[in-house]
Nanobody, 124 residues
Framework: QLQLAESGGDLVQPGGSLTLSCVAS????????IGWFRQVPGKEREGVSC????????KYLDSVKGRFTTSKDNAKNSVYLQMHSLKPEDTAVYYC?????????????????WGQGTQVTVSS
């Protein structure tokens, strides 16, 4: 069974940091581009970052550039999202998704497999 599982979500104060992890099981991420998305109630799912299958190319949402970093460890079949200088507007459920392509995409419709999501809450 092909699955993605996120972890690392938590309650953090503004200015704090978190690292989200996404582990794949049932398939290898070597040939998959990975996207991180987030969603708040009543809003569409938003692309936060994406990383190519090789891990050499990344893209970020403008509002997180310079604060978030995504990385891929194919040996561990895992992807990470390091988040720094967190703001209340970063509060959302964060999802990782895998796309059976080496090329990144910011559109949720282009992804084939999704994790269950992990809650990130930024609040004092």
């Amino acid at each position: 069974q092909l699955q993605l599982a996120e972890s690392g979500g938590d309650l953090v104060q503004p200015g704090g940091s978190l690292t989200l992890s996404c582990v794949a099981s049932g398939f290898t991420l070597d040939y998959y581009a990975i996207g991180w998305f987030r969603q708040v109630p009543g809003k569409e799912r938003e692309g936060v970052s994406c990383i190519s299958a090789s891990g050499t190319r990344t893209k970020y949402l403008d509002s997180v550039k310079g604060r978030f970093t995504t990385s891929k460890d194919n040996a561990k079949n895992s992807v990470y999202l390091q988040m720094h200088s967190l703001k209340p507007e970063d509060t959302a459920v964060y999802y990782c998704a895998a796309r059976s392509s080496s090329v990144t995409s910011g559109s949720p419709a282009d992804y084939d497999y999704w994790g269950q999501g992990t809650q990130v809450t930024v609040s004092s």
